[in-house]
T-cell receptor, first 108, second 115 residues
């Protein structure tokens, strides 16, 4: 079992819709959870982090964490074509573990 | 304020040669992390270093790979006797605090191609 699992996608949503990205992790001792955005050929860029159960909102982005279910998600409201990228979920236990990423395409 | 810098951006090596990848952390950051990204496999943690110390190298292959972060100068990831399977993007990230810090900033990466 991989430490962090994400649906690879591709996920396509129309402009203005909500994009929902999901991630599960295997280590119950994981402490911190992160979402990175990576454009093709570029380096990952941190967009959200969350430590506590519940929701955390930052602009159009909301991270949701459920430690009991070992599940973390990212919601992008009012999706824009510029949001089209691969979104990497990262989990910190003893190490940082990254998922393989979900490819998101926002269709104008 | 310059971000994390990596060079070279692209590196081509023949099988059996050595590859040296350099990473200069952001100003004020003293913690460096190296990751490898293969197509379809996501980012894989390799090693975490502070100045003059390797803190965690549990993701580093046991042979041919080494890393250092000297007191002066950039961090170096060294791959000896490269093989085709080493072809990948190698990213460096830095942070101000330690591994518990939530803010790792990534450099642009070095794309290594082994021919």
């Amino acid at each position: 079992q991989k430490e962090v699992e994400q649906n690879s996608g591709p996920l396509s949503v129309p402009e203005g819709a909500i994009a929902s990205l999901n991630c599960t992790y295997s280590d119950r001792g994981s402490q911190s959870f992160f979402w990175y955005r990576q454009y093709s050929g570029k380096s990952p860029e941190l967009i959200m982090f969350i430590y506590s159960n519940g929701d955390k909102e930052d602009g159009r982005f909301t991270a949701q964490l459920n430690k009991a279910s070992q599940y973390v998600s990212l919601l992008i409201r009012d999706s824009q074509p510029s949001d089209s990228a691969t979104y990497l979920c990262a989990v910190k236990g003893n190490q940082f573990y990254f998922g393989t990423g979900t490819s998101l395409t926002v269709i104008p | 304020n310059a971000g994390v810098m990596q060079n070279p951006r692209h590196l081509v090596r023949r099988r059996g040669q050595e590859a040296r990848l350099r990473c200069s952390p952001m100003k004020g950051h003293s913690h460096v992390y190296w990751y490898r990204q293969l197509p379809e496999e996501g980012l894989k943690f390799m090693v975490y270093l502070q100045k003059e110390n390797i803190i965690d190298e549990s993701g580093m292959p046991k042979e041919r790979f080494s890393a250092e972060f000297p007191k002066e100068g950039p961090s170096i990831l060294r791959i000896q006797q490269v093989v085709r399977g080493d072809s990948a993007a190698y990213f460096c990230a830095s942070s101000q605090e330690g591994f518990s810090s939530y803010e790792q900033y990534f450099g642009p990466g070095t794309r290594l191609t082994v021919t």
